[in-house]
């Protein structure tokens, strides 16, 4: 069974920084892709980063000078470094992981989700 545990949101005042980690594990093949969404109260989820392949990253425009996503293979773990954070940044912060299982099964899997507040 893949799960991924997310950790390290919070709450954090307008210019302050947060770094968020996902790691998966269970029956693990390989990660074809692993990053980060978010969903804000009344808004649809959006990709904010994601690591895919061998590293090539893919950011949302609104995260592009800011956040970094970076992976640790060793681990199956995905960060998301935040900085200059915005109110507009205020989510619950998903990670998705897209894998092979040891079953030779593709699956897609969520993580449970951690809350951004940005707020002063």
């Known amino acids: 069974q893949v799960q991924l545990v997310e950790s390290g949101g919070g709450l954090v005042q307008p210019g302050g920084s947060l770094r968020l980690s996902c790691a998966a594990s269970g029956g693990i093949f390989r990660i074809n892709a692993m990053g980060w969404y978010r969903q804000a109260p009344g808004k649809e989820r959006e990709l904010v980063a994601i690591v895919i392949g061998a590293g090539n990253t893919n950011y949302a425009d609104s995260a592009k000078g800011r956040f970094t996503i970076s992976r640790d293979n060793a681990k199956n773990t995905v960060y998301l470094q935040m900085n200059s954070l915005k109110p507009e940044d205020t989510a619950v912060y998903y990670c998705?992981?897209?894998?092979?299982?040891?079953?030779?099964?593709?699956?897609?899997?969520w993580g449970q989700g951690t809350p951004v507040t940005v707020s002063s």
């Open positions: 998705k992981a897209v894998v092979v299982t040891t079953s030779y099964r593709d699956l897609v899997v």
